[in-house]
């Protein structure tokens, strides 16, 4: 080779490394900000720092956060970013503050929103939640906690193989959101642990649960006002309160829940399986379309349940109907066992009864025997082998 050839041939090397460097993603690596990963220091002005480089970053970037414990408060990882393909992985632990109130009355610890195009993928999140259950036990007055990870007004999100222990509240919330994604995730906090429910989904469509793995004090998942085209697939709940659509109507002007899918799931030791719950009072809320299809129940204490008469402490309810409208529900291939005598209860409103509820092959068995149904303004049709025998 020539040395006139040999030095554009360099040139031409040099162009395409610096072509190819901006064209992968940018990561910007929470150490070089100043994060330590030995859990002394606060390390939350470290992560925002990362943050801010990435979403200000016309390129797609990576937020890394190495293996070791990371201190951090609540923290708020604001859009709208200047690209839409930020993955923020983790191969650590995020660790909130021992000091429950540090975060407590702050909503949110690890909050995401008006982002576009985020994924989360690994790690864990330590909520250091026994604490403050301990306070909200004892009767004391304590701070109502912070939801560990939550996401609002944002779209094309991923969360994958996150790791959620022992939440002060909520473990993961989404919220006015579109299209998200959310699998291989695990939560894992005590039975008894008030107010932690697994997955918190309102006001958003298109999310799909994969493959989840969900041990709590309260629902495995809750699915609020304004859910459309929810995709669950695939999840162990329990303990737990089970999957939950509602509370809905608590509010007078409510948007309804539709086009819900929930399949593949087995409970264990829950204290519901399957329900749909609503406040006994007035609203324009409603849920249709819903499909409860391939459940397993082992040991459930009320498998199958539609309750229109949630009134807690009989506050600003007695004696009101549920204005939600429910309609269009499928239980389709529900086995197994119900820790009590009721295994299918559908209490529906007097002032809007439930219609199209359709049971097709249910199987529940209490004590060895067939387990009891009880219909109160529930309307429907029941196929298959049904057992308990409908009561529709
Ligand atoms: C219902 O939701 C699923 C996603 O869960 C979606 O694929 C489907 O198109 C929706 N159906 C309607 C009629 O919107």
Same mark, same amino acid.
């Given at each position: 080779?020539?040395?006139?050839?040999?030095?554009?041939?360099?040139?031409?090397?040099?162009?395409?490394?610096?072509?190819?460097?901006?064209?992968?993603?940018?990561?910007?690596?929470?150490?070089?900000?100043?994060?330590? !990963?030995?859990? +002394?220091?606060?390390?939350?002005?470290?992560? $925002?720092?990362?943050?801010?480089?990435?979403?200000?970053?016309?390129?797609?970037?990576?937020?890394?956060?190495?293996?070791?414990?990371?201190?951090?408060?609540?923290?708020?990882?604001?859009?709208?970013?200047?690209?839409?393909?930020? $993955?923020?992985? +983790? %191969?650590?632990?995020?660790?909130?503050?021992?000091?429950?109130?540090?975060?407590?009355?702050?909503?949110?610890?690890?909050?995401?929103?008006?982002?576009?195009?985020?994924?989360?993928?690994?790690?864990?999140?330590?909520?250091?939640?026994?604490? $403050?259950?301990?306070?909200?036990?004892?009767?004391? &007055?304590? !701070?109502?906690?912070?939801?560990?990870?939550?996401?609002?007004?944002?779209?094309?999100?991923? +969360?994958?193989?996150?790791?959620?222990?022992?939440?002060?509240?909520?473990?993961?919330?989404?919220? #006015?959101?579109?299209?998200?994604?959310?699998?291989?995730?695990?939560?894992?906090?005590?039975?008894?642990?008030?107010?932690? &429910?697994?997955?918190?989904?309102?006001?958003?469509?298109?999310?799909?649960?994969?493959?989840?793995?969900?041990?709590? #004090? %309260? %629902?495995?998942?809750?699915?609020?006002? #304004?859910?459309?085209?929810?995709?669950?697939?695939?999840?162990?709940?329990? !303990? #737990?309160?089970?999957?939950?659509?509602?509370? $809905?109507?608590? %509010?007078?002007?409510? !948007?309804?829940?539709?086009?819900?899918?929930?399949?593949?799931?087995?409970?264990?030791?829950?204290?519901?399986?399957?329900?749909?719950?609503?406040?006994?009072?007035?609203?324009?809320?409603?849920?249709?379309?819903?499909?409860?299809?391939?459940?397993?129940?082992?040991?459930?204490?009320?498998?199958?349940?539609?309750?229109?008469?949630?009134?807690?402490?009989?506050?600003?309810?007695?004696?009101?109907?549920?204005?939600?409208?429910?309609?269009?529900?499928?239980?389709?291939?529900?086995?197994?066992?119900?820790?009590?005598?009721?295994?299918?209860?559908? &209490?529906?409103?007097?002032?809007?009864?439930?219609?199209? +509820?359709?049971?097709?092959?249910?199987?529940?068995?209490?004590?060895?025997?067939?387990?009891?149904?009880?219909?109160?303004?529930? &309307?429907?049709?029941?196929?298959?082998?049904?057992?308990?025998?409908?009561?529709?």
């Amino acid at each position: 080779m020539a040395k006139q050839e040999g030095s554009s041939f360099l040139v031409t090397i040099l162009v395409i490394l610096f072509l190819s460097s901006i064209a992968t993603a940018a990561q910007y690596n929470v150490l070089n900000y100043g994060a330590t !990963p030995a859990g +002394i220091t606060d390390s939350t002005e470290a992560f $925002l720092a990362a943050w801010t480089q990435a979403c200000g970053s016309i390129n797609p970037a990576t937020v890394y956060v190495p293996t070791g414990r990371f201190f951090l408060r609540n923290v708020v990882f604001q859009g709208p970013c200047k690209n839409n393909a930020i $993955l923020f992985r +983790i %191969d650590g632990t995020l660790v909130a503050p021992s000091d429950y109130r540090v975060i407590g009355n702050a909503g949110n610890w690890l909050f995401f929103q008006y982002v576009n195009g985020v994924t989360v993928s690994g790690g864990v999140l330590d909520g250091q939640g026994p604490a $403050l259950w301990a306070c909200k036990a004892s009767g004391k &007055d304590c !701070p109502s906690g912070a939801t560990s990870l939550g996401f609002s007004n944002s779209n094309n999100i991923e +969360i994958s193989g996150l790791i959620s222990l022992n939440s002060q509240m909520f473990h993961v919330v989404i919220n #006015g959101c579109q299209n998200v994604k959310v699998q291989g995730v695990t939560v894992s906090a005590s039975g008894h642990s008030p107010n932690t &429910d697994g997955i918190h989904v309102q006001l958003s469509s298109g999310v799909t649960i994969l493959n989840s793995r969900i041990r709590t #004090g %309260d %629902d495995c998942i809750s699915i609020g006002a #304004g859910t459309t085209n929810l995709w669950i697939e695939n999840a162990a709940c329990g !303990p #737990g309160h089970g999957i939950s659509i509602g509370s $809905l109507g608590k %509010d007078l002007q409510e !948007p309804g829940v539709q086009n819900v899918t929930v399949k593949s799931v087995t409970f264990t030791g829950t204290q519901n399986g399957l329900r749909i719950k609503s406040w006994g009072r007035p609203s324009s809320g409603f849920a249709r379309k819903i499909l409860f299809q391939h459940a397993i129940m082992i040991n459930v204490q009320n498998p199958i349940v539609i309750d229109q008469n949630y009134c807690p402490d009989n506050k600003n309810c007695p004696g009101q109907e549920s204005g939600v409208k429910i309609s269009d529900v499928t239980y389709q291939d529900i086995h197994g066992t119900s820790a009590t005598e009721m295994a299918v209860n559908f &209490d529906c409103s007097n002032k809007n009864p439930c219609t199209g +509820i359709k049971l097709e092959d249910v199987k529940l068995t209490y004590k060895n025997q067939p387990a009891d149904a009880s219909c109160t303004n529930a &309307d429907g049709t029941a196929s298959g082998f049904v057992q308990p025998s409908s009561c529709l």
